[in-house]
């Protein structure tokens, strides 16, 4: 077999676009240095499944809309167990999440799914709900509920009041004594979101949380830090 590194970017693209490429070379092709090769192969039917997981994470777009996808979930309907954690924020907080998982998701006591799902555009007024009565919904989330283009989206007039509003609403819950300075990074996370910045939601993340660590809390002034 011809060494990958001497295969050419094109040459290697096609093959991973193609149906009838082996499991095997796609298995190579998933770690080659060109990005579209590895985005290619992310959305490869016959990509072996824990290569698709790998893969997950940095493209979760072509993850969910890998006509392979619905089969590996009819075969075992617990397959998002098997999926990292990591993994699954990105899945819902992109475009093509599919609905199912959004609506499932919704339910999982889990802080960073939820704010996950109030990322995605696409979410709907249904999971939205979920997610509003769901234990582990904080203040922040609620308020990115109520900004939702599918919430917010539907007023006639006067959006951009509105939306000026609670996001001052949410800067001030932020900055309040009562939250750890990881909370602030969601009101960084919802602006790029709001700015309309397509990136990847796991990888952002530690970006967020340093840039609020540098602005101490009174809880952390007068008690120091968790």
């Given at each position: 077999?011809?060494?990958?590194?001497?295969?050419?970017?094109?040459?290697?693209?096609?093959?991973?676009?193609?149906?009838?490429?082996?499991?095997?070379?796609?298995?190579?092709?998933?770690?080659?240095?060109?990005?579209?090769?590895?985005?290619?192969?992310?959305?490869?039917?016959?990509?072996?499944?824990?290569?698709?997981?790998?893969?997950?994470?940095?493209?979760?777009?072509?993850?969910?809309?890998?006509?392979?996808?619905?089969?590996?979930?009819?075969?075992?309907?617990?397959?998002?167990?098997?999926?990292?954690?990591?993994?699954?924020?990105?899945?819902?907080?992109?475009e093509g999440a599919?609905?199912?998982?959004?609506?499932?998701?919704?339910?999982?006591?889990?802080?960073?799914?939820?704010?996950?799902?109030?990322?995605?555009?696409?979410?709907?007024?249904?999971?939205?709900?979920?997610?509003?009565?769901?234990?582990?919904?904080?203040?922040?989330?609620?308020?990115?509920?109520?900004?939702h283009v599918n919430?917010?989206?539907?007023?006639?007039?006067?959006?951009?009041?509105?939306?000026?509003?609670?996001?001052?609403?949410?800067?001030?819950i932020l900055k309040?004594?009562?939250?750890?300075?990881?909370?602030?990074?969601?009101?960084?996370?919802?602006?790029?979101?709001?700015?309309?910045?397509?990136?990847?939601?796991?990888?952002?993340?530690?970006?967020?949380?340093?840039?609020?660590?540098?602005?101490?809390?009174?809880?952390?002034?007068?008690?120091?830090?968790?």
């Amino acid at each position: 077999m011809v060494e990958l590194m001497q295969v050419s970017n094109q040459v290697a693209i096609t093959a991973a676009n193609s149906i009838h490429t082996a499991p095997e070379l796609l298995t190579e092709l998933a770690g080659h240095e060109d990005i579209q090769v590895r985005q290619a192969v992310a959305g490869n039917p016959n990509t072996p499944t824990d290569v698709l997981l790998q893969l997950a994470e940095e493209f979760p777009q072509e993850f969910v809309k890998n006509p392979v996808l619905p089969l590996l979930q009819l075969e075992n309907p617990e397959f998002h167990k098997l999926i990292p954690y990591s993994v699954i924020q990105n899945i819902l907080a992109c475009e093509g999440a599919p609905q199912e998982w959004l609506r499932l998701f919704a339910t999982y006591v889990c802080y960073d799914y939820l704010l996950a799902i109030v990322h995605n555009p696409q979410a709907s007024k249904q999971v939205l709900q979920l997610v509003a009565e769901n234990e582990y919904c904080g203040a922040v989330i609620h308020e990115l509920i109520e900004l939702h283009v599918n919430i917010a989206g539907e007023m006639k007039s006067g959006w951009q009041e509105y939306a000026d509003n609670k996001l001052q609403y949410i800067q001030d819950i932020l900055k309040s004594e009562y939250y750890h300075p990881r909370d602030k990074g969601q009101y960084y996370k919802f602006t790029f979101w709001e700015l309309g910045l397509s990136c990847n939601f796991v990888k952002l993340q530690n970006m967020y949380e340093r840039l609020s660590l540098n602005v101490p809390t009174l809880h952390q002034k007068n008690y120091g830090n968790y």
